[in-house]
C-alpha cells in the first residue's frame, strides 16, 4: 500500500505490439497522454511490433512488476496462445490485466459494383455455390482472418478464404475483382465506404457501428450467430501489486470516462469502454478459449 501510495516514481512505459500509426496505437497514445495527466509523470509509448506481438508481450513479461510497464493487449494477444506452438510467456499467468480500453467494429465489405448488394445475398450466393464465394482478409492468424474463418462455420458453407498481406492489398483485389468480398476492421476502409469505391453489407458486431447507422448487424442480416468484435485493453506483469493495479485501474477509467477522450476513440470508431481488473481478466481468458476454438475449427497449423 505504501508502494502505491508513491506510485508512480517515474515514467510509464506502454508496449504496443503494432506499428505507429495504426487505430491500436493512435488508442494507446490518446489514452496515454489523459493519464499522465492524472498520475503527474510522462507515459510513454513504445511501438515493438512483430512476431504476432510475441516481442511486445516478452517484454512485458519479463518487466519488473511495479506497475511502470503495461502492455496493450489485443485480440491478437489471446490469437496468439492457440497460434503458436510456444511462447517465452504463459498468456494467462504472466499478465495482470487492469482494464479494457475499448472496442472496434469489423464489417463484411465487396466492391460497390459487386453483384453482391446484401449480406443476405452473400449468404445465399455462398450456400447456393460450394467454393465459388472468395472471402478476403489480411494476414493468417489475424483477427480479421479469423473471423473469416467463422463465417465458413456460422453459415455452414464452403468458401474460400484468400489471406492478402495488408489491407491497400485487399482493397485493391476488391476493387479489381479477385475477390468477392472481404472482412476488415472498419476504420482502415471507412474512408472508401463512404466514399462509395467499398459497399459495407454488415458489422459482425451484436449492435450497428455508430460511424455506420445505416449498415446492419450479421444478426440482422439473418446470421445471428455471427457475431465478433476487435478490442484492446491495458495489463501489467503479474505480480504486480493490488493497490498499484487498483491505482492504473482508476486512471484509466477516469481517461476513458473523458468526454474529449471519448470524442478522439470515436472518431476511431473505437467505442471507449473501460472494466474492472477482474471483468478484463475475465474476457482475457474467454478470447483464448474462443479464438483457439476457431483456429482449432479452421485446422490452422500451430506456427
Excluded: C
Excluded at 448488394?117 to 455455390?129: H, I, V, Y
Amino acid at each position: 500500500m505504501a508502494f502505491a501510495q508513491n506510485f508512480p516514481t517515474k515514467a510509464v512505459r506502454i508496449v504496443v505490439p503494432f506499428g505507429a500509426g495504426g487505430v491500436a496505437d493512435v488508442t494507446a497514445r490518446v489514452v496515454a497522454q489523459k493519464m499522465a495527466e492524472s498520475l503527474g509523470q510522462a507515459v510513454v509509448i513504445e511501438n515493438k511490433p512483430g512476431a504476432g506481438g510475441i516481442v511486445a508481450g516478452d517484454t512485458v513479461a519479463k518487466a519488473e512488476p511495479d506497475g511502470h510497464t503495461l502492455l496493450l493487449m489485443s485480440n491478437g494477444t489471446a490469437v496468439s496462445e492457440g497460434l503458436f506452438k510456444a511462447l517465452p510467456f504463459k498468456t494467462l499467468q504472466d499478465f495482470a490485466p487492469v482494464s479494457t480500453l475499448g472496442y472496434f467494429d469489423l464489417a463484411v465489405v465487396t466492391a460497390a459494383n459487386s453483384r453482391l448488394k446484401t449480406f443476405g445475398e452473400l449468404l445465399a450466393f455462398a450456400r447456393a455455390n460450394p467454393g465459388k464465394l472468395n472471402l478476403g482478409s489480411i494476414n493468417v492468424g489475424s483477427t480479421q482472418h479469423l473471423t473469416a474463418e467463422m463465417f465458413k462455420s456460422a453459415a455452414g458453407v464452403d468458401v474460400q478464404i484468400v489471406p492478402f498481406n495488408g489491407t491497400p492489398a485487399v482493397v485493391t483485389a476488391l476493387r479489381g475483382g479477385q475477390i468477392d468480398a472481404a472482412v476488415e476492421i472498419v476504420a482502415p476502409v471507412l474512408t472508401q465506404i463512404q466514399s462509395k469505391a467499398l459497399r459495407a453489407l454488415a458489422v459482425t458486431s451484436d449492435k450497428r457501428a455508430a460511424v455506420l447507422p445505416d449498415v446492419p448487424t450479421t444478426k440482422e442480416a439473418g446470421l445471428p450467430g455471427y457475431v465478433a468484435r476487435s478490442w484492446n485493453g491495458l495489463a501489467a506483469p503479474a505480480k504486480t501489486p493490488a493497490p498499484v493495479i487498483a491505482r492504473l485501474n482508476q486512471v484509466i477509467v477516469a481517461a476513458l470516462n473523458s468526454p474529449d477522450v471519448k470524442k478522439k476513440l470515436q472518431d476511431l470508431n473505437v467505442d471507449a469502454q473501460p472494466s474492472t481488473p477482474q471483468e478484463a481478466s475475465a474476457l482475457l481468458a474467454s478470447e483464448v478459449k474462443r479464438w483457439g476454438d476457431v483456429i482449432k475449427t479452421a485446422k490452422i497449423a500451430p506456427q
